[in-house]
């Protein structure tokens, strides 16, 4: 199934079922989140989760594209991304978790046509003064599918505070000949979607109360969903990556290198696409950060490279799939992202990359000829000459 395919055979099979279309969101939270980025589909539904009532009802589903400042250090193995998309469904004070269950287990087996015998779920075992999910493991058990009952791998949470509760991970076996071990044994089994009971609100003091109903939200990542599919063990194969792959393995970079480079350009272009500009705070730090971090990796070869010789074509195919072509949700006030002042961006960044590279090189050398960087020199460097941390670490590591 292409990417277009699978988010359409999920849609329809929600839609059987009741659920109307949420809207997706942008990146950028409203005004007043404190929230850097989307970070899941449930993020913008927090309020309804926590008791308001949906202008579009109880039963909701969805696709929002997500940006996860966590998994940055993980980026460069077969799984991970920093901008991802994700499928979504919620019950809003409606059906249960063992409702949720049989129907996620017949779009994966029905509609998607994945064997009964590769699938594996997890549940939730007890802990904290909560008791075992005795209803999904025997919803589990009575589908015929293998269930493994765990402690607070399967207790989700948004954060420190929000709405929490016990969840049922499902995974598929992705290794060659038939199944062996479970999730925690081998790691062939990979997670592909997650059911979240939203029970609870944790408090700043770790406090959990009752939500004023209970809700069911579920999240399946698409491209770990599409490299399922495709019987591949990367994402980076499937139809939103294989073109930055492509592309910038013309530079003749390999491996977790051609992996870093693909994932932060893609991401950059989403989030550029949502409206964010690079800068030295906030999203805009971070924008600045994944272009920096791909551009250290691509120059350490050949500093003669630039994001120039990618095709305006590879950001406007990429915009699209995040449907951030035209429409509310993209820049504010709704206009398209036009591609030529997103590139000119991208490439003035760039040349400012250069620009602080030249300046900072025989900088940081003069420091570093007295001995061992101490935290004074790197206030020095920050403050003095806009030279951040990371980016001083990265010339030391180059230099040595």
């Known amino acids: 199934m292409t990417t277009d395919e699978i988010i359409r055979t999920f849609l329809d099979h929600y839609h059987r079922h009741g659920h109307q279309d949420a809207p997706e969101s942008s990146l950028v939270p409203p005004s007043g989140d404190p929230v850097l980025f989307t970070t899941s589909g ?26 996860r400042t966590t998994d940055l250090d993980e980026v460069g193995d077969s799984t991970h991304l920093t901008v991802f998309q994700m499928l979504g469904s ?41 008791g075992p999910d005795d209803t999904a493991r025997d919803t589990w058990t009575g589908l015929g599918v293998p269930v493994e009952a ?29 199944p ?26 770790g406090r959990l109360t009752p939500l004023p109903v209970s809700s069911i939200d579920t999240g399946m990542g698409l491209e770990r969903l599409e490299m399922v599919l495709r019987g591949d063990r990367s994402v980076f194969t499937g139809d939103g990556l294989r073109r930055w792959v492509d592309e910038v393995g013309n530079w003749d970079l390999h491996g977790t290198d051609l992996r870093v480079v693909s994932d932060h350009l893609r991401s950059a272009v989403v989030v550029l696409g949502d409206g964010v500009r690079p800068g030295n705070t906030g999203r805009g730090y971070v924008l600045r950060r994944l272009l920096r971090r791909a551009l250290t990796v691509l120059w350490r070869d050949d500093p003669a490279r630039s994001l120039d010789e990618l095709p305006p074509e590879l950001y406007a195919e990429t915009l699209r799939r995040f449907r951030q072509t035209s429409g509310p949700g993209t820049l504010p006030g709704g206009q398209p992202v036009d591609v030529g002042s ?26 570093r000829a007295r001995g061992p960087l101490s935290e004074r020199d790197y206030h020095w460097l ?19």
Do not use: K
């Not at 993020?43 to 594209?65: C, E, F, I, K, M």
């Not at 062996?180 to 003091?205: I, L, S």
């Open 42 to 67: 449930m993020h913008p539904l927090t309020p309804y989760l926590l008791g308001r009532p949906h202008p579009g009802g109880r039963r909701l589903a969805n696709v929002q594209r997500c940006l």
């Open 90 to 130: 919620w019950s809003l004070g409606d059906y249960d978790i063992a409702t949720s269950l049989r129907w996620g287990y017949d779009l994966l087996t029905g509609g998607f046509g994945i064997p009964m015998g590769r699938l594996h779920a997890t549940v939730f075992g007890g802990g904290s003064g909560e």
């Open 150 to 178: 765990l402690g607070e791998d399967n207790w989700w949470s948004n954060g420190p505070t929000g709405p929490c509760g016990p969840d049922s991970e499902i995974f598929v076996w992705t290794g060659d000949g038939p």
């Open 180 to 205: 062996t071990g479970t999730p925690t044994t081998d790691a062939r089994w990979v997670e592909v979607w997650n059911h979240v009971q939203m029970r609870y609100h944790r408090h700043p003091d």
């Open 342 to 367: 997103l590139r000119a961006t991208l490439l003035d960044e760039e040349r400012r990359f250069r620009g602080l590279l030249r300046r900072g090189r025989p900088l940081v050398d003069r420091v």
């Open 382 to 400: 920050h403050d003095t000459h806009g030279l951040p941390r990371d980016l001083v670490d990265g010339l030391l590591a180059d230099a040595s």
